[in-house]
């Protein structure tokens, strides 16, 4: 009983937790500070999400833990969270809040959630994966379009 409690244990916290792989041309770090930086050709995969940028901020606090991800340049994008949901797409900026599991896209933004085929384009978007909630905001000239691909109804 106790050797299956243990391993229940393991097989549970081997699904929680999972491998975070950085590439990039060029990695500086200050530990003291709490900050890592990626430059140039910035692959980050994680289960499996995966995020492209020509770079990367990395910020965490004491415990060395991740408290915050900020991407630029060109970022593009493939997430999936908890419930299902797949979203893949491109924006110039990414902020990424882990603990809240919340990401917040600006600048020519364009979100496409695949599952259910549904598109947001516009210059700030916000995405909370947990809560299931998104939020849109277009640019001065240009509004925010979405996009619904619907089935009709057979006659």
Same mark, same amino acid.
């Given at each position: 009983?106790?050797? !299956?409690?243990? !391993?229940?244990?393991?097989?549970?916290?081997?699904?929680?937790?999972?491998? !975070?792989?950085?590439?990039?041309?060029?990695?500086?770090?200050?530990? *003291?500070?709490?900050?890592?930086?990626? @430059?140039?050709?910035?692959?980050?995969?994680?289960?499996?999400?995966? !995020?492209?940028?020509? &770079?990367?901020?990395?910020?965490?606090?004491?415990?060395?833990?991740?408290?915050?991800?900020?991407?630029?340049?060109?970022?593009?994008?493939?997430?999936?969270?908890?419930?299902?949901?797949?979203?893949?797409?491109?924006?110039?900026? %990414?902020?990424?809040?882990?603990?809240?599991?919340?990401? $917040?896209?600006?600048?020519? %933004? $364009?979100?496409?959630?695949?599952?259910?085929?549904?598109?947001?384009?516009?210059?700030?978007?916000?995405?909370?994966?947990? @809560?299931?909630?998104?939020?849109?905001?277009?640019?001065? &000239?240009?509004? %925010?379009?979405?996009?619904? *691909?619907?089935? @009709?109804?057979? @006659?």
């Amino acid at each position: 009983m106790k050797f !299956l409690i243990f !391993l229940t244990c393991i097989v549970t916290s081997s699904l929680l937790s999972q491998e !975070l792989k950085i590439k990039a041309n060029l990695f500086n770090t200050d530990e *003291k500070a709490g900050i890592s930086v990626f @430059e140039g050709d910035v692959n980050i995969i994680k289960g499996a999400d995966e !995020l492209n940028a020509t &770079k990367v901020t990395i910020y965490t606090d004491d415990k060395h833990q991740p408290t915050k991800f900020t991407a630029s340049g060109d970022v593009s994008f493939f997430i999936q969270t908890q419930k299902g949901a797949t979203y893949k797409g491109k924006a110039q900026k %990414v902020i990424y809040i882990p603990q809240a599991k919340e990401y $917040h896209f600006f600048k020519n %933004v $364009h979100l496409e959630q695949v599952n259910d085929k549904k598109e947001i384009i516009g210059e700030e978007v916000v995405l909370k994966t947990i @809560e299931g909630k998104a939020y849109a905001k277009g640019a001065k &000239k240009d509004p %925010v379009i979405m996009i619904f *691909k619907m089935k @009709e109804k057979e @006659e």
